[in-house]
């Protein structure tokens, strides 16, 4: 009976460990390098949404921007439009959110 129990256990375990792994894996990681055709600052200016056209396939790409050095830098007008830059985000739903966001020519 306590072989049964622990199998069980066990079981539960790794089925619990197996779906926190797939609810972590659903968002997609994705690098762009274009050209930014707009930059929207937040009114709080604690996020933007900068428009990148991706250089490949030459769609458009919203990109939302949260972390303080990128948001510096387009305070600090240092990222402006037209500025080509390389972007690293992730994908979840309709919502992309950077995770990094370079000047391609060096910042």
């Given amino acids: 009976m306590k ?3 622990s199998v069980i256990i066990v ?4 089925l619990a460990a197996s779906l926190t792994v797939i609810s972590t894996a659903s968002a997609e990681t994705i690098k762009i390098t274009g050209v930014i055709s707009k930059i929207e600052i937040a009114a709080d200016q604690k996020s933007a949404i900068a428009v990148i ?3 490949k396939s030459g769609e458009s ?3 939302t921007i949260a972390d303080e050095l990128t948001l510096d830098k387009l305070k600090d ?3 402006l439009e037209g ?3 390389r972007t690293k ?3 979840e739903g309709d919502k992309n959110t950077s995770k990094m966001f370079k000047k391609t020519a060096g910042c």
């Fill in 11 to 14: 079981f539960a375990i790794m």
């Fill in 83 to 85: 500025d080509e830059i």
């Fill in 3 to 5: 072989k049964i129990s």
């Fill in 77 to 79: 007008k240092r990222i």
């Fill in 89 to 91: 985000f992730e994908k």
């Fill in 53 to 55: 056209k991706d250089n």
């Fill in 61 to 63: 790409i919203s990109i």
